[in-house]
């Protein structure tokens, strides 16, 4: 039986070209974000199990595990993808709110989902499953204005660790793939430039993001007695080793 695999986030951007990626090699595959309409666009009339909800809404969460559950016998992998990011801006010019939504979406939400997954894992037969976060190059070393999106990746990075950790006896893994300028609409004016740490506004290479798709889909067919426990997956020549 194919394996099945939960991708949140899964409207757009990484999560769209991650489930291509799945389709294409045969997986199950459940799509979980907002809009109902960009979840059947990323289908494109293939088979996938649409699942619209807010990954904030921890009962809305636990109940598409359900129907996943339901529908398949089981969740062999989730992808934590789900997570937006702000404009860069120095941190006292940052609202408070725009702090906090990002942090429900990116952490929060990351906690639910995962929370929901380890559950399901750990409660079928056989036990076990894999959990792929999504961090970020972010979750190393910051961009210029990034106080809420790298201190986010940062809680990423320690969530996947703790869940690490708790899975061992259920044998749930954990691991993280940390991504740096993959071309999504997000990533789209670092083709246009963006500022740097020296002040400077400069164009930066990007990546076709279904490297993305084919470097999770890696860590997804591992057998569960072997992790990748973080992988880095980035344009060649960006910004990073010695960002800044």
């Known amino acids: 039986m194919a394996k099945s695999i939960i991708i949140t986030g899964g409207g757009s951007g990484?999560?769209?070209?991650?489930?291509?990626?799945?389709?294409?090699?045969?997986?199950?595959?459940?799509l979980i974000g907002r809009r109902r309409e960009a979840l059947e666009e990323t289908a494109n009339g293939r088979e996938a199990l649409v699942l619209p909800c807010d990954v904030t809404d921890s009962a809305a969460v636990d109940g598409a595990f359900a129907?996943?559950?339901?529908?398949?016998?089981?969740?062999?992998?989730?992808?934590?993808?789900?997570?937006?990011?702000?404009?860069g801006a120095p941190i006292d010019e940052i609202d408070v709110d725009d702090?906090?939504?990002?942090?429900?979406?990116?952490?929060?939400?990351?906690?639910?989902?995962?929370?929901?997954?380890?559950?399901t894992m750990r409660?079928?037969?056989?036990?076990?499953?894999?959990?792929?976060?999504?961090?970020?190059?972010?979750?190393?070393?910051?961009?210029w204005g990034s106080?809420?999106?790298?201190?986010?990746?940062?809680?990423?990075?320690?969530?996947?660790?703790?869940?690490?950790?708790?899975?061992?006896?259920?044998?749930?893994?954990c691991g993280q793939i940390d991504i740096g300028n993959a071309l999504t609409p997000m990533?789209?004016?670092?083709?246009?430039?963006?500022?740097?740490?020296?002040?400077?506004?400069?164009?930066?290479?990007?990546?076709?993001?279904?490297h993305v798709g084919s470097s999770v889909l890696h860590m997804a067919e591992l057998p569960l007695e072997a992790n990748v426990q973080?992988?880095?997956?980035m344009a060649t020549n960006m910004p990073y080793i010695g960002r800044g």
């Open 14 to 30: 990484v999560g769209r070209a991650t489930a291509e990626t799945f389709f294409d090699a045969g997986w199950r595959v459940g």
């Open 147 to 173: 106080a809420p999106y790298t201190a986010s990746k940062h809680a990423v990075s320690g969530l996947t660790r703790s869940i690490s950790l708790d899975g061992r006896p259920f044998n749930i893994a």
């Open 67 to 87: 129907e996943a559950a339901k529908a398949w016998g089981r969740v062999d992998a989730v992808f934590n993808n789900a997570g937006v990011s702000l404009g």
């Open 187 to 210: 990533a789209a004016k670092m083709q246009k430039g963006v500022p740097q740490a020296d002040g400077s506004i400069e164009v930066e290479p990007v990546m076709d993001v279904g």
């Open 99 to 119: 702090w906090r939504k990002l942090i429900d979406i990116n952490v929060t939400g990351s906690f639910i989902v995962a929370r929901a997954a380890f559950g």
């Open 230 to 233: 973080f992988m880095t997956v």
């Open 123 to 143: 409660r079928q037969e056989p036990q076990g499953g894999r959990i792929i976060n999504n961090g970020s190059v972010s979750a190393y070393v910051p961009r």
